[in-house]
């Protein structure tokens, strides 16, 4: 994957100049800070980003210029991108499962908040994390709702074992927590009020003040044209049911968006290879690169075609079945796509909204999935 050192202007100039046969990532700085300041101002508490979304050096950079100063990790790897390029970060190593090679490599890096949703994983933090200073979060789960997908299905401790794990936690000396996920590219705010009302709750029925409510991610990138991202609606409502449910033992906030600080910093633009007779449309990019989160959470409608010279075709709509480039017959964009009908073999197909998991989950399968991002000033046409 390549970084083109050139800040074009926008998309269609880079298409217009380069004609590139690859796929490309416009990214734009200016969108990535926007997104983070909306944040920073915003949430009553701390913003990390999850760096898992999008580990690209720029975005760490950007994200850090912006003022983001803690990330959620989930490897010793990611621990190690961070301290290299932001190195008084604070870190949330909050991956609930870990080795012991882990936990101790975390330890040396200066890890100071972790997760945990099991009595076995708690016991080996215990074992080999010091207790001073350092916060264990019990990371806990609902029935989903409102989300594309759900998160509960991996981790989480029920709220029976989160009470138990959180009297352990406080027992052992460290600074009591507690985490969830309300699911992924969350819409609704009201998907947050269920799980602060029972971390209250939980809190309540072990006897343990909660230093810290870490609201995780869940917060929506604009995916669909008609579907807008309430992000202060959901800040407020945040903020209010934390009171209401926690009173004068208010725990401090933490909040740790992926897709919503990265997500729409980014445009993806994959080269039409061919319109089988007339009807199908096969992509140079597909579920197996940068497209592969499509199928999971779902087909982006902010999509335009732009011909070989970066023009944007504004014909009627017609819809379509689209494949990517590889040998796998499941290479294929969910449903059909609604795209001009005078697409043609040469043009650009152009999604804005990609930059969460799009270049993390790039494979290189078939020999495909060479990727270019370019830095662009805007992201329109």
């Given at each position: 994957m390549?970084?083109?050192?050139?800040?074009?202007?926008?998309p269609?100039e880079?298409l217009?100049?380069?004609?590139?046969?690859?796929?490309?990532?416009?990214?734009s700085?200016?969108?990535?800070?926007?997104?983070a300041?909306?944040?920073?101002d915003?949430?009553?508490?701390?913003?990390?980003?999850?760096v898992?979304?999008?580990?690209?050096?720029?975005?760490?950079?950007?994200l850090?210029?912006?003022?983001?100063?803690?990330?959620?990790?989930?490897?010793?790897?990611?621990?190690?991108?961070?301290?290299?390029?932001?190195?008084?970060?604070?870190?949330h190593?909050?991956n609930?499962?870990?080795?012991?090679?882990?936990?101790?490599?975390?330890?040396?890096?200066?890890?100071?908040?972790?997760?945990v949703?099991?009595a076995?994983?708690?016991?080996?933090?215990?074992?080999?994390?010091?207790?001073?200073?350092?916060?264990?979060?019990?990371?806990?789960?609902?029935?989903v709702a409102?989300?594309?997908?759900n998160?509960?299905a991996?981790?989480?401790?029920?709220v029976e074992?989160?009470?138990?794990?959180?009297?352990?936690?406080?027992?052992?000396?460290?600074?009591?927590?507690?985490t969830?996920?309300?699911?992924t590219?969350?819409?609704?705010?009201?998907?947050?009020?269920?799980?602060?009302?029972?971390?209250a709750?939980?809190?309540?029925?072990?006897?343990?003040?909660?230093?810290r409510l870490?609201?995780?991610?869940?917060?929506?990138?604009?995916?669909?044209?008609?579907?807008?991202?309430q992000?202060?609606?959901?800040?407020?409502?945040?903020?209010?049911?934390?009171?209401?449910?926690f009173?004068?033992?208010?725990?401090?906030?933490v909040?740790?968006?992926?897709?919503?600080?990265?997500?729409?910093?980014?445009?993806h633009?994959?080269?039409?290879?061919a319109?089988?007779?007339g009807g199908h449309?096969f992509?140079?990019?597909?579920?197996?690169?940068a497209?592969?989160?499509?199928?999971?959470?779902?087909?982006i409608?902010?999509?335009?075609v732009a011909d070989?010279e970066g023009?944007?075709?504004d014909?009627?709509?017609?819809s379509?079945?689209v494949?990517?480039?590889?040998?796998?017959?499941?290479?294929?964009l969910?449903?059909?796509?609604?795209l001009a009908?005078?697409?043609?073999?040469?043009?650009?197909?152009?999604?804005?909204?990609?930059?969460?998991?799009?270049?993390?989950?790039?494979?290189?399968?078939?020999?495909?999935?060479?990727?270019t991002i370019a830095?662009?000033?805007?992201?329109?046409?």
């Open positions: 390549g970084l083109s050192k050139t800040i074009w202007s926008n269609a880079f217009r100049t380069v004609r590139p046969e690859n796929p490309v990532i416009f990214f700085p200016a969108v990535l800070q926007a997104a300041r909306r944040f920073l915003g949430f009553p508490g701390l913003v990390t980003y999850a898992k979304t999008n580990p690209s050096e720029v975005v760490i950079e950007n850090a210029a912006a003022g983001i100063c803690g990330f959620d990790v989930a490897s010793p790897n990611e621990i190690r991108l961070i301290r290299r390029l932001v190195p008084d970060a604070a870190l190593f909050n609930p499962v870990r080795s012991r090679a882990e936990i101790a490599q975390a330890v040396e890096l200066g890890v100071q908040s972790w997760s949703d099991s076995s994983e708690l016991e080996k933090l215990i074992e080999m994390v010091p207790a001073e200073g350092c916060e264990i979060s019990v990371r806990f789960k609902l029935p409102g989300a594309a997908y998160f509960g991996k981790f989480g401790a029920t074992l989160a009470v138990q794990l959180l009297k352990r936690v406080a027992a052992a000396g460290f600074i009591p927590s507690l969830f996920h309300p699911g590219q969350c819409t609704d705010p009201h998907a947050w009020e269920a799980y602060i009302r029972a971390a709750e939980i809190g309540t029925e072990a006897g343990v003040r909660v230093a870490n609201v995780g991610g869940g917060f929506p990138n604009h995916r669909l044209q008609a579907v807008l991202p992000i202060e609606e959901t800040f407020a409502l945040i903020d209010r049911v934390v009171s209401e449910a009173g004068v033992h208010r725990p401090a906030l909040c740790e968006p992926g897709r919503a600080l990265c997500g729409d910093a980014f445009s633009a994959a080269k039409v290879k319109v089988r007779d449309v992509l140079n990019d597909g579920v197996y690169g497209l592969a989160e499509l199928p999971l959470v779902g087909v409608d902010r999509i335009e070989g023009r944007r075709r014909s009627a709509l017609s379509r079945i494949f990517g480039p590889t040998c796998d017959s499941v290479d294929r969910p449903g059909e796509l609604m009908e005078d697409i043609a073999e040469g043009d650009y197909l152009v999604i804005h909204g990609m930059g969460a998991y799009s270049i993390a989950t790039n494979t290189r399968f078939n020999g495909f999935g060479e990727l830095t662009v000033l805007s992201l329109r046409l």
